[in-house]
């Protein structure tokens, strides 16, 4: 395990890649609460002894929560907004609303899916196809991936 990208929210979308850039698993869970994620948080960090860098989208009190955890472990930080991985993936044509940039990311994400022979979704929520992209942009960052794969890239 090598990189855990986080799509903030009490909705959070979450995606696990290993040391090789691929996508391992990913998934979207609603917490409901703050005291829920954070005890989520702990526990899912502490599943992932092996886990180098955390990669998070958003800010603010649940940025801060992720940070001190995976701080308290050794794990690596970065923290991003949307627009570093969608100016990384997408034309500016295909985000210019945001739902154009949501239907965008999703055909990405099952393109990443696909590329690392993970398992297929039945449905697929926003939030875990952006941690699947915010996940995607910290193996290129952190040098996990050389480069894109070409049967990824929708440019």
């Known amino acids: ?89 997408l034309l500016p044509r295909q985000q210019r609303r945001g739902s154009q940039a949501k239907a965008n990311a999703g055909t990405l994400a099952k393109r990443v899916i696909e590329w690392s022979n993970a398992r297929r979704p039945t449905s697929m929520r926003d939030d875990a196809a952006e941690a699947i992209l915010i996940g995607l942009w910290g193996v290129l960052d952190v040098g996990l991936l050389a480069e894109l794969p070409d049967t990824v890239n929708l440019v």
């Open 1 to 89: 395990m090598a990189l855990l990208a986080v799509d903030l929210g009490i909705r959070t979308g979450l995606a696990l890649y290993g040391q090789d850039g691929r996508l391992q698993w990913y998934r979207s869970h609603n917490f409901g609460t703050v005291a829920r994620l954070r005890r989520a948080a702990q526990g899912l960090l502490d599943e992932l002894p092996g886990l180098i860098w955390l990669v998070l989208e958003g800010g603010g009190q649940l940025a801060n929560l992720w940070k001190r955890e995976a701080e308290r472990r050794g794990i690596r930080v970065r923290q991003i907004h949307a627009a570093a991985w969608r100016q990384m993936f």
